[in-house]
């Protein structure tokens, strides 16, 4: 991140990447998620749908998670970084998620914190797959909260006037700290359509399967990558692979299937 990004992620919690996503690469997973939309079969009772895990679904899945413009900026806000959990999300109008998560009382899994640098344990981004209006399931936040040393008031009101909703356009991302306190809900008459994937120090277990979940995406990753290091297997308090001492935008950008 630059110097004022980096201000702008620690004071505000998230920071959104305008046409993040290859414009080549948008447009080729367009069926993919067709596809995937129909599978799940969204109706008058369900609303809410992912897909779990899915990068190991078609390698073009994987670039989307390796997006440069974006993996270049988080690995910078987490000590150790590796993937934790990839899914592709699906919200019809009335589908949403909770509010949830605020820096107290404190969770290690999420914890955000600063010493002379930032150190989020869990970060995760959200790729637009379509138009997000701010009525039809933006990310909705307390910018702050990932960092508010109180527990969140029991008062709705003054809740909903700290809120702020973000709209985001087809091709951006949206990082975020989960520390962050944060829900969503669509109503609009359309499918909210988003990629989901977290970053995790090396510590923090899988959350979608056993430890093996990316072992084929590792195995077939180029020696000393960035890709092979954040597609490793946790292990507890030491790495299982060696971190790159070169940039992440160093390595060639990865070829389309």
């Known amino acids: 991140m630059t110097p004022d990004e980096l201000y702008a992620f620690d004071l505000n919690g998230y920071l959104l990447v305008e046409n993040a996503i290859?414009?080549?690469?948008?447009?080729?997973?367009?069926?993919?998620?067709?596809?995937?939309?129909?599978?799940?079969?969204?109706?008058?009772?369900?609303r809410n749908e992912r897909i779990s895990r899915i990068v190991l679904e078609d390698p073009r899945f994987v670039e989307v998670a390796m997006t440069?413009?974006?993996?270049?900026?988080?690995?910078?806000?987490?000590?150790?970084?590796?993937?934790?959990?990839?899914?592709?999300?699906?919200?019809?109008?009335?589908?949403?998620?909770?509010?949830?998560?605020?820096?107290?009382?404190?969770?290690?899994?999420?914890?955000?914190?600063?010493?002379?640098?930032?150190?989020?344990?869990?970060?995760?981004?959200?790729?637009?797959?379509?138009?997000?209006?701010?009525?039809?399931?933006?990310?909705?936040?307390?910018?702050?909260s990932h960092k508010a040393n109180y527990p969140l008031p029991e008062n709705p009101a003054m809740l909903a006037s700290l809120r702020k909703k973000l709209p985001m356009k087809k091709g951006s991302a949206l990082i975020f700290s989960h520390d962050i306190n944060h829900g969503s809900e669509n109503n609009r008459d359309y499918v909210r359509r988003c990629l989901f994937t977290s970053f995790s120090t090396g510590s923090s277990a899988h959350s979608q399967g056993d430890n093996y979940l990316y072992d084929d995406i590792f195995e077939n990753a180029e020696e000393g990558s960035w890709r092979k290091y954040l597609f490793r297997r946790p292990q507890g308090d030491r790495d299982c692979y060696p971190q790159p001492q070169h940039r992440f935008l160093d390595e060639a950008n990865p070829v389309l299937h």
Do not use: M
């Open 22 to 46: 290859d414009s080549d690469l948008l447009e080729s997973i367009t069926g993919l998620v067709d596809q995937c939309e129909q599978r799940v079969g969204l109706n008058e009772t369900k």
């Open 68 to 144: 440069p413009a974006v993996v270049s900026r988080v690995i910078d806000c987490i000590q150790f970084p590796r993937i934790k959990s990839t899914w592709l999300d699906f919200k019809a109008q009335g589908g949403g998620i909770g509010y949830h998560a605020n820096h107290t009382p404190y969770d290690p899994v999420d914890a955000y914190y600063w010493q002379g640098q930032i150190y989020a344990n869990l970060i995760t981004v959200c790729y637009a797959l379509c138009d997000i209006p701010e009525d039809g399931a933006a990310l909705d936040v307390i910018p702050g």
